[in-house]
């Protein structure tokens, strides 16, 4: 299965892995994941250059963040999201050409290669 890499993957993996597990409230409507698109004055607002996803990813990656493109600040954020999911729960995804492959070797990582059932 192949492996996908990306700046700053090694340490978002880390950090998911020491937040402690706890309950989630309910605080929004809905949550949707940024699209990765550029366009940051429509409904789904994908601003990865946002002060809060830039001092996140300071804290997360450190000073490697300084340097993500925003590809890499794109899987950034939906590595974590992703490995929220409970294991019966569901997902559905409709994406563009931009990020389907990375985002289909990221779920495959997460899930295994069977998730397209």
């Avoid at 309910?26 to 940024?34: C, G, K, M, R, S």
């Avoid at 340097?67 to 995804?93: E, N, Q, T, V």
Wanted: glycine letters at 6%; one cysteine or more.
């Amino acid at each position: 299965m192949p492996i996908l890499n990306w700046l700053g993957k090694d340490k978002v993996i880390n950090r998911h892995r020491q937040v402690p597990y706890r309950v989630l409230e309910l605080q929004y409507t809905y949550i949707d994941p940024p699209y990765n698109t550029g366009n940051e004055g429509w409904v789904y607002n994908d601003n990865v250059n946002d002060p809060k996803i830039r001092k996140w990813l300071s804290e997360v990656v450190g000073k490697e963040g300084e340097g993500l493109s925003r590809h890499d600040k794109w899987l950034c954020m939906m590595y974590p999201r992703l490995r929220l999911l409970a294991d019966d729960g569901a997902i559905f995804i409709i994406i563009d050409d931009t990020e389907c492959m990375s985002l289909k070797f990221v779920c495959d990582e997460i899930f295994g290669t069977r998730w397209l059932c």
